[in-house]
């Protein structure tokens, strides 16, 4: 079972866990996945000791998984950021459109807004530097209106 604690996440940084998303191991996750779906929603990240550190997943609706997100929280796992699913960026509202340098280590296919209100909005993406060229290390996001939630580039 998760950490009894509150629901909820921590402060208002990107890289929060709720205190009920820390696991002793794998099958304790898939438990309170399989028992508590309220909790689960696009971008929820987990903790599962392994020894003496975590390792940590976040929740991806596309493939109903967990996906492995210590690249994430931990750096890099391997000069690209090899085995990386996905990275995300906690949007403040204040911007429609930035550069975004991400470890994927690869061109970005797509790039979703998750909203506090649990909305899912598409943002358009172009796998440019911020001199125009190609890259495939940043990527330039835009949408319509200023983005506030979760930017996730997969």
């Known amino acids: 079972m998760g950490y009894n604690?509150?629901?909820?996440?921590?402060?208002?940084?990107?890289?929060?866990?709720?205190k009920d998303m820390y696991?002793?191991?794998?099958?304790?996750?898939?438990?309170?996945?399989?028992?508590?779906?309220?909790?689960?929603?696009?971008?929820?990240?987990?903790a599962v000791t392994n020894g003496t550190e975590y390792d940590y997943y976040q929740w991806d609706n596309i493939g109903s998984q967990w996906r492995?997100?210590?690249g994430i929280y931990q750096g890099k796992t391997g000069e690209k950021g090899d085995g990386?699913?996905?990275?995300?960026?906690?949007?403040d509202?204040?911007?429609?459109?930035?550069?975004?340098?991400?470890?994927?280590?690869?061109p970005v296919?797509?790039?979703?807004?998750y909203t506090p209100d649990g909305k899912i909005s598409d943002?358009?993406?172009?796998?440019?530097?911020?001199?125009?060229?190609?890259?495939?290390?940043?990527?330039w996001v835009s949408s319509s209106i200023p983005m506030l939630g979760t930017l996730t580039l997969i």
């Open 5 to 18: 604690g509150s629901y909820g996440g921590g402060g208002s940084g990107g890289g929060s866990i709720a």
């Open 93 to 106: 509202g204040l911007s429609s459109d930035l550069f975004v340098n991400h470890n994927l280590g690869r």
């Open 123 to 139: 943002v358009y993406v172009e796998n440019l530097d911020e001199s125009g060229q190609g890259s495939t290390n940043t990527a």
């Open 23 to 46: 696991f002793a191991d794998i099958t304790a996750r898939d438990i309170s996945t399989t028992n508590n779906p309220d909790r689960i929603k696009q971008g929820i990240v987990c």
């Open 68 to 70: 492995e997100a210590n």
């Open 84 to 91: 990386v699913d996905f990275f995300t960026v906690a949007m």
């Open 109 to 113: 296919a797509v790039a979703k807004l």
